[in-house]
């Protein structure tokens, strides 16, 4: 591996320490390298905190090393002012000689404007290593400012003879096909997102939560269709434990394709990555409108006979993973 394929991939490495607590923010990764050795690395804090290169900078006890040092980063570094100063002005004031940078920031407030700024200041500057890979790991990031749009993940799990639900129930909760470990993943997925959509009728027939309670992590934005504003106060999406947002027939027009609607709104709230976890109708809503990038699929042993089917979609399978009795499958949209 060229070396600075190396560096940047421990950037990506150290990046993933971010994910679902820098949001709406990318969750960058940086290490800084003096004599062929890495003598500092950081990532980005919790959203409001420092920048993964300022946690770097701040790391090194002697700053004046800095100057015959290399910089290395996921992402271009910022040259706005935000919540913190611009990153790009903190290199240049420690005179690092050399930064190299995995992809640029399409971000309007950066684009290029980081690299400009540190080439203006006499930084030699290397950009697009491990192109690819970065643009993958900032795929929330990018796609939010892209496409207008968070990083949808479709989420579902469905009986062996391809059912959501069976055709009656006793109770208002849901009839698990999934074991305890599948749900426990879904939960740790849950903290990495920041938000989490089911239509009405799901609220109705499961009275879900939809919060992280078997991991550790920050609790989604919920997002609730309720096309009346009827749904009832009492309903475990509505208590204290998480941000919701109702979507009524004041936000959404109910006679057209429901998904871009969905998508312009969730883009107006600033969140950049969701998971859409049903019902039937709201699932197909995303496929049938093409608005989806990935899609993890359970599969149970148990049998329905009837009930609800399962949404259909078509996607590349890139994984299959076994959890006990139960087939995880993932599916990226091509």
């Known amino acids: 591996m060229k070396i600075h394929e190396k560096y940047i991939n421990?950037?990506?490495?150290?990046?993933?320490n971010g994910l679902g607590t820098t949001r709406p923010n990318p969750m960058v990764g940086c290490v800084i390298v003096y004599n062929d050795k890495i003598i500092a690395e950081g990532f980005t804090s919790p959203y409001g905190g420092p920048h993964a290169e300022v946690n770097a900078i701040q790391s090194v006890t002697d700053k004046s090393i800095l100057q015959n040092a290399t910089l290395y980063v996921t992402l271009e570094p910022c040259s706005h002012f935000g919540k913190t100063p611009p990153c790009?002005?903190?290199i240049i004031s420690h005179k690092i000689p050399k930064v190299v940078i995995g992809t640029i920031?399409?971000?309007s407030l950066v684009a290029g404007r980081g690299i400009k700024k540190l080439q203006n200041a006499g930084c030699d500057v290397v950009v697009g290593v491990l192109?690819?890979?970065?643009?993958?790991h900032h795929k929330r990031f990018f796609t939010f400012h892209n496409k207008k749009r968070p990083y949808i993940i479709l989420k579902w799990a469905q009986s062996a003879d391809g059912f959501l639900s069976p055709e009656t129930k006793d109770e208002q909760k849901p009839v698990w096909i999934t074991n305890p470990y599948s749900r426990q993943l879904v939960h740790k997925w849950r903290a990495e997102e920041q938000a989490i959509l089911v239509g009405g009728n799901t609220v109705l027939q499961d009275n879900p939560s939809l919060t992280v309670r078997e991991w550790t992590g920050l609790q989604p934005t919920r997002v609730v269709i309720d096309k009346y504003n009827n749904l009832p106060d009492t309903a475990a999406v509505f208590n204290t434990s998480a941000k919701t947002i109702k979507l009524t027939k004041t936000d959404l027009d109910f006679s057209k394709p429901l998904a871009t609607q969905i998508c312009e709104k969730l883009?107006?709230?600033n969140i950049n990555s969701i998971i859409i976890e049903g019902g039937h109708n709201t699932l197909q809503d995303f496929i049938d409108e093409n608005l989806w990038d990935e899609a993890r699929i359970f599969y149970g042993t148990n049998l329905f006979m009837e009930g609800t089917k399962a949404p259909f979609i078509k996607g590349s399978l890139t994984s299959e993973t076994k959890l006990l009795n139960d087939t995880l499958k993932y599916y990226i949209n091509d």
């Open 105 to 107: 920031d399409d971000n």
């Open 131 to 136: 192109e690819a890979e970065c643009k993958e």
């Open 88 to 90: 790009s002005d903190l």
């Open 267 to 269: 883009h107006e709230y």
């Open 10 to 16: 421990r950037c990506i490495e150290i990046a993933k």
